[in-house]
């Protein structure tokens, strides 16, 4: 399979991020009841303390989550998840203006009300527009980077559909239908996220995993993943989400490997540390592989 020609930068706010280098998308969770009680954040002090973290710690992107989509996850109305973000998107404004803003949320209105309102500059929607038939359009008028993540169902119903035939294949037929609407509306810069955890078996994560450089030759959008401390990691290992730092960045190096260009992670530190050791190791990746080509051919 030939390889296509991967987008290298993302407009956000009027700014260039290249992608050149994988970069790392920091997890701020607004929210109760999100399954890794670590990302939880309360008031303001503890918000401007995960900021702050998040810049120190090298990431390139914050993600703000008002509404946790972990399967069975309690409804939240829009009214709620809107004043859940007004307090974070505003010290985002107007105390870290370096540091871009991804809100996460699958409601054509409170995409509107981030972006206008407080300057976000990516809209990170689970349900790939399927929960919301305004969110495309939306999108396209604001004109900011979206994430188009492969989901079946909601949050509720997600793990009762995860019959395929082809877990890879149905993922690639998804984005190709769903980017076309969205280019025939005019917006150009999507991210691609698999969307590991949602309507999919442990073993089907997997096998979507391994094949992620079938989406990476296919499509020339940038592929997100999100793997940080899932059920995919604490299940097999029999720990906690709390305990899933190592098997994260054991994925992280797969990922990466088979050209993932975000990740979105709880702990920036051992993610960023992870794409340094991955650019210092990555000249070398195939370099055996073709020596050992060269020589079994010499002989």
Known sequence: MSLTPAQTTLTLSGKLLTLERPVVMGI???TPDSFFAGSRIAGETALRTRFD????EGAAIADLGAYSSRPGADEVSVTEEMERLRPALR?????YPDLPVSVDTFRS????????????????????????????????ALQVPYILMHMKGDPQTMQSLT?????????????????????ELGLHDIILDPGFGFSKTTEQNYELLMHLDDLT???????LVGVSRKSMIYRPLGCTPAEALGGTTFLHALA?????????????????EAITL?????????????LHYSFTRSH
């Not at 030759?217 to 592929?223: A, D, R």
């Not at 991955?278 to 073709?290: K, V, W």
């Open 217 to 223: 030759h296919t499509f020339t959008q940038p592929i």
């Open 256 to 272: 990466l490997e088979r050209g993932a260009q975000i990740l979105r992670v709880h702990d920036v530190r051992a993610a960023a």
């Open 278 to 290: 991955y650019e210092q190791a990555r000249p070398y990746l195939h370099r055996e592989e073709h």
């Open 163 to 183: 019959d395929y035939s082809d877990v890879t294949l149905d993922v690639i037929d998804y984005f190709t239908e769903r980017i076309g609407k969205l280019l």
């Open 53 to 56: 973290e998040l810049v120190s």
């Open 91 to 95: 010290i985002l404004r107007d105390e």
């Open 109 to 140: 209105e409170v995409a509107r009300m981030s972006v206008e309102e407080y300057g976000a500059a990516i809209i990170n929607d689970i349900s790939g527009g399927a929960l919301d038939p305004e969110m495309y359009r939306t999108v396209a």
């Open 28 to 30: 701020v969770n607004v």
